[in-house]
């Protein structure tokens, strides 16, 4: 069974840092891009980041650029998202996907991250 | 990074059916046939029911549909069910990037 547990959200002040994970399984994790998502609460999914399956190329959306980093470890069949400089606006459910643009997309449950005083 | 335009809500009676529409541009819908559509309820993670425009995964009802014309996808929910409520959402590819649409509440009366 595919399954993608993210994990590192919290409450984090604004200007800090946080680094999410994402642990894979059931899958051939270094075979897949994949993709980084949020949504704040009661609003819409808005994408923020992806990386292929060899870590060589990423893309971010400009919300999030020189500020957010992905990356990953095929060894540990983990995703990671540092995320640093954080701001009000970056509170909101992160979600790790797998093939947002295939049959085999697939979405782990989402981590709360949090950015306030 | 514009975000791909949905109708905030649309609803239907059971049996019925719907069309929610995803218009971008030529950079986005109108040059890639990689739209998919998610399916959310509340609390959930989105849920895959179309790709590639028109294509379904193994296990969704072929009740959906999709379509594409121009800068315009769309989604076509026939024989509306009260489970089909929910959140849908439109994503294209668009260069080394990927938008989302707004989102769409549907409503089944």
């Known amino acids: 069974e595919v399954q993608l547990v993210e994990s590192g959200g919290g409450l984090v002040q604004p200007g800090g840092s946080l680094r999410l994970s994402c642990a894979a399984s059931?899958?051939?994790?270094?075979?897949?891009?994949m993709h980084w998502v949020r949504q704040v609460p009661g609003k819409g999914l808005v994408w923020v980041s992806l990386?292929?399956?060899?870590?060589?190329?990423?893309s971010y959306a400009d919300s999030v650029k020189g500020r957010f980093t992905i990356s990953r470890d095929n060894a540990k069949n983990t995703l990671y998202l540092q995320m640093n400089s954080l701001r009000a606006e970056d509170t909101a459910v992160y979600y790790c996907a797998r093939g947002l643009y295939s049959s085999s997309s697939a979405w782990g449950q989402g981590t709360l991250v949090t950015v306030a005083s | 990074q514009s975000a791909l335009t949905q109708p905030a809500s649309v609803s239907g009676s059971p049996g019925q059916s719907i069309t929610i529409s995803c218009t971008g541009t030529?950079?986005?819908?109108?040059?890639?046939?990689?739209v998919s559509w998610y399916q959310q309820h509340p609390g959930k993670a989105p849920k895959l029911m179309i790709y590639e425009v028109s294509q379904r995964p193994s296990g969704v009802s072929n009740r959906f549909s999709g379509s594409k014309s121009g800068n315009t996808a769309s989604l076509t929910i026939s024989g509306l069910q009260t489970e089909d409520e929910a959140d849908y959402y439109c994503s294209s590819y668009a260069r080394s990037s990927t938008l989302f649409g707004g989102g769409t509440k549907l409503t089944v009366l």
């Open positions: 059931g899958f051939t994790f270094s075979s897949y891009w």
């Open positions: 990386i292929n399956s060899d870590g060589r190329t990423t």
């Open positions: 030529s950079s986005d819908v109108g040059s890639y046939n990689l």
